[in-house]
């Protein structure tokens, strides 16, 4: 017996399964920009199991303004043109649960506002996306301001704030449990169910 | 944390283990429904489903508001997805195996307004119960003439149609003798980043339901149903296809609408 006429009931969500690497990744997925932009920079991390074991079969998706702050509205990201900035990647993780994306740093969308990359995880074992956010390092006194952040309790508020490499990429890891369990975050319409928790 | 295997190839519990455990879940889920409230999604904390053990949070999802940015999807345009994408047996030179099927509904969000011109990737196993996935080894034959991925764009009053073969179920090392029931993955934007959305459409009647903790992932029984397609002759054709119907809700958007955006 499927849906009732007139039901508005949002679908409950399904795992992605171990098998979307040959349906979902595509080339130029984790491109945002090319390596050769003068402001890529990479995006990566791994994701880890409740074992600190890397997860091999998860997907990551990320949706961010551009340098300036624009959030994009232009189609192109499947078939990328190599110069439309769309402001969506997707990657999968690689055997050791690694993704990385080339992208550029995101601006604010209000003045002192600060900037962040929304992050969707997708993994085998995991019933449904997991939404989070990577904030910058660098922006101090924004990150102080702002009231997602200052909502976080503070032993937990590390956890959505990107680690800059030597090299100057952001370095994000995903930890579904542990000490160091990533933020993640359910937003008002959207129903999502844990099953018993802490 | 986990005191049961959560190796995908560790099979130990038989399914009347799992079953179970099924069981006792949805037991306490249905006696404490009237006081915590109806769940209508599946749960991430599945224990039944040995992979969720250390895949799941242990915290509370934290609330947030959405910011101007997750109050929009990426967009996805023609140059993006070719309209013979939404036909995946025409992919290769010859005919697939197997049962051939259109599988066709209506995307709207939890308003009631027609999701348009939205990106919906679909995939799937074959006839055979395998996935053209370097990973699914089970001995069940690949078809040269099917792989088993979908794309289209939704129309103008949220509507999409794939036509397709209908998949079969496949083992799978959950536990011993573990089968999944016949499934097409299904992936959505919405047009709220917070819509974004992956689940699995089933076919009604499956015999495999109740013995599936994925599927039983979802505790409350009329949540489950809205993953089942109902089959339509009216979609059913001469000679060719026989036809599926399966409307698709996502969540409600979180943006405040005004009546100019809504037309």
Redesign the interface.
């Given at each position: 017996m499927a849906r009732t006429p007139g039901d508005l009931t949002p679908i409950p969500a399904q795992t992605v399964g171990p098998f979307f690497g040959f349906a979902l990744p595509y080339e130029g997925g984790p491109d945002l920009v090319d390596r050769s932009h003068r402001q890529a920079v990479r995006l990566h991390g791994t994701v880890y199991d409740g074992d600190g074991i890397p997860v091999p079969d998860a997907l990551i998706e990320i949706w961010q303004p551009d340098g300036e702050g624009r959030i994009p509205a232009e189609p192109g990201s499947l078939h990328r043109d190599g110069h439309t900035f769309t402001g969506w990647g997707r990657a999968a993780v690689d055997a050791v649960g690694h993704y990385s994306f080339t992208t550029v740093e995101p601006g604010a969308t209000s003045a002192g506002a600060a900037p962040f990359v929304l992050v969707t995880v997708f993994a085998r074992g995991l019933m449904d996306r997991l939404f989070t956010r990577t904030y910058l390092p660098e922006h101090t006194d924004a990150l102080a301001a702002d009231p997602l952040l200052a909502s976080v309790p503070e032993n937990r508020r590390h956890t959505l704030i990107a680690a800059r490499d030597d090299d100057g990429g952001l370095r994000f890891d995903i930890r579904f449990q542990g000490q160091d369990e990533t933020v993640f975050l359910s937003y008002p319409n959207t129903p999502q169910v844990t099953g018993p928790v802490d | 944390?986990?005191e049961k295997p959560?190796d995908?190839d560790a099979a130990a519990a038989s399914q009347e283990e799992i079953d179970a455990e099924i069981a006792q879940v949805h037991r306490d889920y249905e006696s404490r429904k009237a006081t915590d409230g109806e769940?209508?999604?599946?749960?991430?904390?599945?224990p039944p489903?040995r992979?969720?053990?250390?895949?799941?949070?242990?915290?509370?999802?934290?609330?947030?508001?959405?910011?101007?940015?997750?109050l929009?999807?990426?967009?996805?345009?023609?140059?993006?997805?070719s309209p013979l994408e939404a036909d995946l047996t025409i992919q290769h030179h010859g005919e697939p195996i197997g049962e051939r099927i259109v599988v066709t509904g209506r995307v709207?969000d939890?308003?009631?307004r027609p999701v348009a011109n939205q990106?919906i990737?679909m995939?799937q196993?074959n006839a055979a119960g395998r996935?053209?996935?370097?990973?699914?080894q089970h001995p069940a034959p690949l078809d040269p003439n099917f792989?088993?991925?979908g794309?289209a764009l939704t129309g103008p009053n949220g509507e999409y149609t794939f036509t397709t073969i209908k998949p079969a179920p496949y083992p799978w090392k959950n536990h011993h003798n573990a089968w999944r029931s016949a499934?097409l993955?299904f992936?959505m934007f919405g047009t709220d980043?917070?819509?974004?959305?992956?689940?699995?459409m089933y076919f009604?009647g499956d015999p495999i339901f109740d013995l599936d903790p994925?599927?039983q992932?979802?505790?409350d029984p009329?949540?489950?149903?809205?993953?089942?397609?109902?089959y339509d002759h009216s979609v059913s054709q001469h000679e060719w296809n026989t036809g599926y119907?399966?409307?698709?809700?996502?969540?409600?958007?979180?943006r405040t609408w005004s009546e100019q955006e809504e037309h």
């Open positions: - | 944390m986990a959560t995908p769940e209508t999604s599946a749960r991430l904390n599945f489903y992979s969720s053990l250390l895949r799941h949070p242990t915290k509370s999802l934290h609330h947030a508001d959405p910011e101007e940015i997750e929009h999807s990426p967009a996805f345009g023609h140059q993006d997805v709207l939890g308003d009631g990106l990737e995939w196993a996935y053209m996935h370097k990973r699914d792989t088993g991925v794309r499934h993955h992936s980043f917070t819509q974004r959305i992956v689940t699995q009604p994925i599927y992932s979802i505790t009329k949540a489950r149903d809205r993953l089942v397609a109902e119907r399966w409307d698709i809700v996502l969540s409600g958007s979180n």
